[in-house]
């Protein structure tokens, strides 16, 4: 009597065992990724950019919860290719999903001012799970 309730014990320990890394496997899976954008920017008025874009850009950023990682005026080098614009900027967001949200905001502001003083290309790119 005492071996069956041992097997059933045992069983019960693989079989929570089991569920339970299987729950950690799609809890994992559904968590989101976060999000970069790499903006390429020819900004042709430095001062007109400057005073009057790129503050309003940087609480955009700000807002949509980004964070500014590297970059800036003149910092990019070529590797390979056409050599960059005057401005390339590396940006991180919580997810995809925030990232689309910024961008939006992004192009109205684009629209509205930027294109004054610059033109811009930017890629965005979801990150991949680290191991």
Do not use: T
Request: net charge positive; glycine share 10%.
């Amino acid at each position: 009597m005492a071996m069956k309730s041992n097997y059933k014990i045992a069983a019960a320990v693989i079989a929570s065992f089991v569920l339970g890394a299987g729950a950690v496997n799609v809890l994992h899976a559904q968590a989101k990724l976060p999000a970069y954008v790499v903006a390429e920017i020819d900004v042709k008025d430095q001062d007109g950019y400057a005073k009057d874009f790129l503050p309003k850009a940087q609480a955009n950023i700000k807002e949509s919860g980004g964070k500014y990682l590297g970059g800036g005026a003149n910092k990019a080098i070529s590797l390979e290719g056409s050599p960059p614009p005057n401005r390339v900027v590396l940006l991180q967001f919580a997810d995809m999903d925030a990232l689309k949200a910024f961008n939006v905001k992004q192009m109205k502001l684009e629209a509205e001012v930027g294109n004054k003083y610059a033109s811009f290309r930017a890629v965005g790119i979801e990150g991949v799970e680290q191991k």
